[in-house]
């Protein structure tokens, strides 16, 4: 099993910026992609960024230009520096793992457990 540690969330004002961390760890054999997503109140989940490898990304529209996902390899972490932050990125963010397991190689996913953004005008 894989646990996610995330944190970075917060509260802060237009224009200001925060970076997010999420930690894997447990039964990995190898990772493959990691991404964060957010969800608003009243909103379905969707996808703010994804990472495969280092110059393999993508982003959604909305943050294109003020985001930027990374991660570590080592560490099995990835990161969200979110620069220019709007009010409408208000949300609660979510980490997600793309990795196969230690011990049967499968295929599997994991969630954090969520972290709050707020973005005040």
């Known amino acids: 099993q894989v646990h996610l540690v995330e944190s970075g969330g917060g509260l802060v004002q237009a224009g200001g910026s925060l970076r997010l961390s999420c930690a894997a760890s447990?039964?990995?054999?190898?990772?493959?992609?990691m991404g964060w997503y957010r969800q608003a109140a009243g909103k379905q989940r969707e996808l703010v960024a994804r990472i495969i490898s280092g110059d393999n990304t993508n982003y959604a529209d909305s943050v294109k230009g003020r985001f930027t996902i990374s991660r570590d390899n080592a560490k099995n972490t990835v990161y969200l520096q979110m620069n220019s932050l709007k009010p409408d990125d208000t949300a609660v963010y979510y980490c997600n793992v793309d990795y196969s397991d230690a011990v049967y190689r499968r295929a599997l996913d994991a969630w954090g457990q969520g972290t709050l953004v707020t973005v005040s005008s």
């Open positions: 447990g039964s990995i054999f190898g990772i493959n992609a």
